[in-house]
């Protein structure tokens, strides 16, 4: 199973970028993808989270109205859409998938990193002031 992030770069503050994560190996529509990120001394934290089907999604409240995720389940991607990003938003974007099947209430648990069984290599993503 492979799992390959793109799209990362520098940006200038109220940029915008869009990162994708090229899924292989495995049936991508049976499976959650999220993204995390991981800045420099700090902990992997979760990001964003798509059901399976695309019809739930969730997000850290850091990023809500700022970030968008969505799926392509016919060409095995996913995506993050990210608007009005600002200088904490800089880190390693790693994309996932979870075999894990949540209904809304259990949405929740697709924020911790343990629910995923298969992780990207990450994207770099610079945002400067």
């Known amino acids: 199973v492979q799992l390959q992030a793109s799209g990362g770069g520098l940006v200038q503050t109220g940029g915008s970028l869009r990162l994708s994560c090229e899924v292989s190996d495995l049936t991508f529509s049976q499976y959650a993808m999220g993204w995390f990120r991981q800045a420099p001394g700090k902990e992997r934290e979760f990001v964003a989270v798509v059901r399976s089907s695309g019809d739930r999604k969730s997000y850290a409240d850091s990023v809500k109205g700022r970030f968008t995720i969505s799926r392509d389940n016919s060409k095995n991607t996913g995506y993050l859409q990210m608007f009005s990003l600002k200088p904490e938003d800089t880190a390693v974007y790693y994309c996932?998938?979870?075999?894990?099947?949540?209904?809304?209430?259990?949405?929740?648990?697709?924020?911790?990193?343990?629910?995923?069984?298969?992780w990207g290599q990450g994207t770099l993503v610079t945002v400067s002031s």
């Open positions: 996932a998938v979870s075999s894990r099947n949540y209904v809304l209430s259990g949405m929740y648990l697709y924020a911790r990193t343990s629910e995923y069984d298969y």
